[in-house]
């Protein structure tokens, strides 16, 4: 992806980004963009009943696979998370080696393989054998993309997981979710997913990931422990999903401890994939923070802002 594609990818999402921001309202929405807001209102509300899969292209135009409702924000906006995409656009370039872990359907796994070329490389691990199959459906014609139907820990074993169906595909866990947690019914499938360990997955196959994406669902700091010789010699910047709740206390306080114990520091990121500093105390519930050693602060200088 060129510099004049990676602009306008980046001014398609913070468009689209204008609808999101109206989330709260279905009449603005329906007022901003009535042809798109109302068809996909009827879809969604389908898809709740039974869910389906769709096939759509991305906004860089290659065809993904999902299911609705649970793809609902990349059908209806065209990317997830938007500060995130525009990071890696602002980020990436050719060449760079990229690990995406929790790959889920691959939208990440995709973006970066449009960004990091055919000299670049992806890496996605994906522990679900249901949502794996659609993350290989969405990968299998990218040249420089290699997926893992595994669940990344500090050894290679078995696991039990739990697996929430396609309509909650991306809260599946290692845990069961408790009965407060939102929406969750007691109708997970407990099924079996082998781990591998990032150290040894790396060092295997002489790999130096220039960037690591990780969304695990409280996950992050088991993780982080099979990582911590790419954390010490190879220095990525990496990407983790982060929450204020009570749920995510320990875990989010084990990744901080791991991340400034290699002298990373967090840093948020704003829409436009700028970042600053991140004050731990003013968490969102749900985000998303970098963390970066200081000897690849020159790579993202640019990126910096006060």
């Given at each position: 992806m060129?510099?004049?594609?990676?602009?306008?990818?980046?001014?398609?999402?913070?468009?689209?980004?204008?609808?999101?921001?109206?989330?709260?309202?279905?009449?603005k929405?329906?007022?901003?963009?009535?042809?798109r807001?109302?068809?996909?209102?009827?879809?969604?509300?389908i898809a709740?009943?039974?869910?389906?899969?769709v096939?759509?292209?991305?906004?860089?135009?290659v065809?993904?696979?999902?299911?609705l409702?649970?793809?609902?924000?990349?059908y209806?906006?065209?990317?997830?998370?938007?500060?995130?995409?525009?990071?890696?656009?602002?980020f990436?370039k050719?060449?760079?080696?990229?690990f995406?872990?929790?790959a889920?359907?691959?939208?990440?796994s995709?973006?970066?393989?449009a960004?990091?070329?055919?000299?670049?490389?992806?890496?996605?691990?994906?522990p679900?054998?249901?949502?794996?199959?659609?993350?290989?459906?969405?990968t299998?014609?990218?040249?420089?993309s290699?997926?893992?139907?595994?669940?990344?820990?500090?050894?290679?074993?078995?696991i039990?997981f739990?697996?929430y169906?396609p309509?909650?595909s991306?809260?599946?866990?290692?845990?069961?979710?408790?009965?407060?947690?939102?929406?969750?019914?007691?109708d997970?499938?407990?099924?079996?997913?082998?781990t591998?360990?990032?150290?040894?997955?790396?060092?295997?196959n002489?790999?130096?990931?220039?960037?690591?994406?990780?969304?695990?669902?409280?996950?992050?700091?088991?993780i982080?422990?099979?990582?911590?010789?790419?954390l010490?010699?190879?220095?990525?910047?990496v990407?983790?999903?982060?929450?204020?709740?009570k749920?995510?206390?320990?875990n989010?306080?084990?990744?901080?401890?791991?991340?400034?114990?290699?002298?990373?520091?967090?840093y948020?990121?704003?829409?436009?994939?700028?970042?600053?500093?991140?004050?731990?105390?003013k968490?969102?519930v749900?985000?998303?923070?970098l963390?970066?050693?200081?000897s690849?602060?020159?790579d993202?200088?640019?990126?910096?802002?006060?």
């Open positions: 060129n510099l004049r594609e990676k602009e306008s990818l980046k001014k398609k999402i913070l468009k689209r980004n204008e609808l999101y921001e109206l989330q709260g309202s279905r009449l929405r329906l007022l901003k963009d009535p042809i807001t109302f068809s996909f209102y009827i879809m969604q509300a709740y009943i039974k869910p389906y899969k096939t759509k292209k991305t906004l860089w135009g065809p993904m696979s999902y299911y409702p649970e793809g609902s924000m990349i209806y906006y065209g990317f997830f998370e938007a500060n995130v995409s525009n990071f890696l656009i602002n990436l050719e060449g760079d080696v990229v995406d872990v929790g889920h359907v691959g939208f990440y995709m973006l970066s393989s960004l990091v070329g055919n000299t670049g490389h992806v890496y996605s691990f994906e679900t054998p249901r949502t794996f199959a659609t993350l290989q459906e969405n299998k014609k990218l040249n420089n290699t997926v893992h139907n595994n669940a990344i820990l500090n050894e290679e074993t078995t039990e739990f697996d169906g309509k909650y991306a809260f599946n866990t290692f845990k069961k979710r408790t009965a407060d947690e939102i929406f969750f019914r007691d997970a499938e407990k099924i079996e997913v082998k591998l360990s990032l150290d040894t997955y790396t060092e295997k002489k790999l130096s990931p220039t960037f690591i994406k990780i969304d695990a669902e409280g996950a992050e700091s088991l982080l422990e099979s990582m911590k010789q790419i010490s010699t190879k220095f990525p910047i990407s983790i999903e982060v929450s204020n709740t749920e995510w206390e320990e989010l306080s084990q990744s901080f401890a791991i991340f400034k114990d290699n002298n990373y520091e967090a948020e990121i704003d829409l436009k994939g700028n970042i600053q500093l991140c004050n731990p105390k968490l969102r749900y985000d998303n923070l963390f970066i050693h200081p690849k602060k020159d993202i200088s640019h990126l910096i802002v006060s």
